[in-house]
């Protein structure tokens, strides 16, 4: 097994604006930029995925973020319940389902954090 104890996956589950645009973001974005981590991926999950297809300042944050290089992945499962696939595929998150890379990550050590 690979050690990926300076990887992190940022789980954004939340759908609070506040959360999202003070906190998640603001620390995932910075944590790739400023090389914090090996490697860091954000996972759009849930009220958060709703949240972003509603919300233009956070696109934007999203945009930057895959700009710069950061893998945003969303939860196929998720993004098919609230009728938003196309809209985050549009976006350009990879839309996937979520469960078996969130397990693997959690196994290979990488570090998780979520909102």
Not at 53 to 61: A, F, K, M, P, R
Not at 76 to 103: E, N
Request: with cysteine; net charge negative.
């Amino acid at each position: 097994m690979k050690d990926h104890n300076d990887h992190l996956a940022v789980i954004w589950a939340s759908g609070d604006p506040d959360v999202a645009e003070k906190v998640c973001l603001m620390y995932t974005h910075n944590a790739h930029l400023q090389h914090w981590f090996q490697e860091v991926r954000l996972v759009v999950w849930g009220p958060s995925a709703k949240l972003l297809t509603e919300n233009d300042s956070l696109q934007n944050q999203i945009r930057d973020m895959l700009n710069n290089g950061l893998t945003v992945e969303a939860c196929a499962t998720c993004a098919s319940m609230y009728g938003i696939t196309d809209q985050l595929h549009q976006l350009g998150i990879d839309v996937r389902p979520m469960g078996v890379p969130l397990t693997s990550y959690l196994k290979d050590g990488w570090k998780v954090l979520t909102f």
